[in-house]
C-alpha cells in the first residue's frame, strides 16, 4: 500500500510504503519544529489512500529565567531564608536582571543556548550555576548566596527542583519533594546525627547546626559549623542528602539526579564554593563528603539505597568499589 500526501504551505509529495493493517500516524517535518501528522485507518492493503498533512508554523515568542536569591543564613531567626534585593544576575552573553526586594528576578532571552548564570552582590561570594532554556517558556534558577565565612569554620548550602509535590497514581494525597541534609558526628561521647529532628546548636556542642528545613521543594537547607570538635579517637563528621519520601512512593518519585540536588559547601577564609551534583543512579541517600576534626576533606559522592533510620546512628560508607 502507499499512502500520498501534500502538505499545505510545502509544494512535498511525501510517499510512504505502509506494509501493515491497523491505524497508522503519518508525521513529517520540513524545517521546522513542529510536525505535521495525521491519522489514517487502512483496512486494505494494495491500495491507494491520500491524507492531508498541515503544518503548523513555530513561532517564537521568547525564553525567559526567572527565580529568586536569598541569604545562606538565616538573619532574622524566623526560620526562612532572607530574600536578597540588589543582587546582579546576568548570563554569559551579558543578558542581565537585578533582583527586586522580594529576591526575584526574570531575564529575557533571544536565543536558545546553555546559559551560565552568575548571581553577585556586593559583600558576597558570587555563584554561577548553568541552565538549558526552553523557547517559549519560563524555566527556573534559584540562588542562595553566602557571604564569606568568619564565625562559622564551614557551611553546607542543599537546593533542589522547585516542584513543590508529586502527585502519583494509588496516592490519596500529593507526595511533598522533600530532601533533607543530614550531619553525622562521630565523638568520644557517642554517635550524633543532626537533621530536622535534632538541628544541633551553634554555640555549644557540637558547634553545628542546621538552619532551615524546608518539605517542598528548592530548599535551601543550610547546615553551619561555627567549630571543630576535637577528641581521641579523633572526630568525623560525614555530610549526607536524603530523598525524604522515595521509600515511601516505592522509588515513583524523581531521583535525587532527576531532582538536581546540588550541594555547595564553603569554608572560612575562601573566596569561592565547591558545588556537586548528585550523581546519577539508584538510591535515596546521597553521601557526599566526610571532614575530619583539622576539616580535611575527602570526597566520597555515592548513593546508598537505605534511609538514615537504618544506620543505627552509625556515619554512611560508600559499598566497595568492584
Keep these: 500500500m502507499q499512502l500520498r500526501g501534500r502538505l499545505a504551505k510545502k509544494q512535498a509529495t511525501p510517499i510512504l510504503k505502509l506494509l501493515v493493517v491497523g491505524t497508522l500516524i503519518a508525521l513529517m517535518t520540513i524545517n521546522a519544529p513542529t510536525p505535521a501528522k495525521g491519522h489514517i485507518l487502512q483496512q486494505e492493503l494494495n491500495q491507494k489512500l491520500y491524507l492531508p498533512l ?15 536569591v536569598v541569604d545562606a543564613r538565616d538573619q532574622d531567626n524566623n526560620g526562612l531564608p532572607d530574600p536578597l534585593g540588589g543582587v546582579k544576575v546576568c548570563t554569559q552573553y551579558q543578558e542581565c536582571a537585578t533582583t527586586a526586594s ?20 556586593e559583600g558576597y561570594i558570587s555563584l554561577t550555576q548553568s541552565v538549558y532554556p526552553i523557547a517559549n517558556q519560563t524555566v527556573t534558577l534559584n540562588f542562595v548566596l553566602s557571604p ?3 564565625d562559622v569554620v564551614s557551611r553546607v548550602v542543599l537546593t533542589w527542583d522547585a516542584t513543590r509535590s508529586f502527585t502519583l497514581p494509588n496516592f490519596p494525597n500529593p507526595i511533598d519533594n522533600d530532601l533533607d541534609a543530614y550531619l553525622f558526628i562521630k565523638h568520644q561521647t557517642g554517635n550524633l546525627m543532626l537533621y530536622y529532628d535534632n538541628r544541633g546548636n551553634a554555640t555549644d556542642f557540637p558547634h553545628a547546626l542546621l538552619l532551615y528545613d524546608y518539605r517542598e521543594g528548592a530548599g535551601p537547607e543550610t547546615i553551619d559549623i561555627t567549630a571543630l570538635e576535637s577528641g581521641e579517637p579523633p572526630t568525623e563528621y560525614h555530610y549526607a542528602v536524603h530523598n525524604a519520601n522515595f521509600t515511601y ?19 572560612k577564609e575562601q573566596s569561592s564554593a565547591n558545588c ?12 557526599l563528603f566526610s571532614m575530619t576534626q583539622e576539616g580535611d576533606v575527602t570526597l566520597k559522592n555515592c548513593l546508598l539505597s537505605l534511609d538514615p533510620p537504618d544506620l543505627n546512628g552509625e556515619p554512611p560508607q560508600c559499598p566497595p568499589s568492584p
Excluded at 498541515?54 to 529568586?68: D, N, P, Q, S, T
Excluded at 556537586?276 to 553521601?287: F, N
Design 54 to 68: 498541515v503544518m503548523k508554523e513555530f513561532r517564537w515568542l521568547g525564553a525567559w529565567i526567572e527565580g529568586k
Design 276 to 287: 556537586y551534583a548528585a550523581p546519577a543512579g539508584e538510591g535515596q541517600l546521597w553521601y
Design 102 to 121: 522580594d529576591g526575584s528576578y526574570t531575564i529575557s532571552l533571544d536565543f536558545i543556548a546553555e546559559r551560565q548564570v552568575t548571581a553577585e552582590k
Design 249 to 267: 512512593s516505592a522509588g515513583q518519585i524523581p531521583s535525587l539526579a532527576e531532582l538536581k540536588a546540588t550541594v555547595c559547601v564553603y569554608f
Design 148 to 150: 564569606p565565612l568568619q
